[in-house]
């Protein structure tokens, strides 16, 4: 069964890093979108970045572009999330994601939930 499984979340004082990993298990990985939502308590999921497994490109939100790079490993079948400069507005639980996609643009757009794969979630706290 194809399933996502993150790591890397954790405590950070402001201006910190943190690098997420998003590992696919099964064939999910041919999927055409992958990437990361968050949802902080009490707020609606945030599309945070996206990447094309089996090609070129990447799209970010408003919110961590310029930030925050999204890379990939395909041998490895690994999506990263490198977050610099973090902000106590970043804390949230960080979700990976993969789906069939038009573009990584109105992927992000869509609610996270209706994906084909999510991860369990990796918790991220930044602290001013």
């Known amino acids: 069964q194809a399933q996502l499984v993150e790591s890397g979340g954790g405590s950070v004082q402001a201006g910190g890093s943190l690098r997420l990993s998003c590992v696919a298990v099964?064939?999910?990985?041919?999927?055409?979108?992958m990437g990361w939502f968050r949802q902080a308590p009490g707020k609606e999921p945030q599309g945070v970045a996206g990447?094309?497994?089996?090609?070129?490109?990447?799209y970010y939100g408003d919110s961590v572009k310029g930030r925050f790079t999204i890379s990939k490993d395909n041998a490895k079948k690994t999506v990263y999330l490198q977050m610099d400069s973090l902000k106590p507005e970043d804390t949230a639980m960080y979700y990976c994601?993969?789906?069939?996609?038009?573009?990584?643009?109105?992927?992000?757009?869509?609610?996270?939930?209706?994906?084909?794969?999510r991860g369990q979630g990796t918790q991220v706290t930044v602290s001013s």
């Open positions: 994601a993969a789906d069939d996609c038009l573009t990584i643009e109105w992927w992000l757009l869509r609610p996270p939930a209706i994906n084909k794969a």
């Open positions: 990447i094309y497994t089996g090609g070129r490109g990447a």
């Open positions: 099964g064939d999910i990985y041919s999927t055409k979108c």
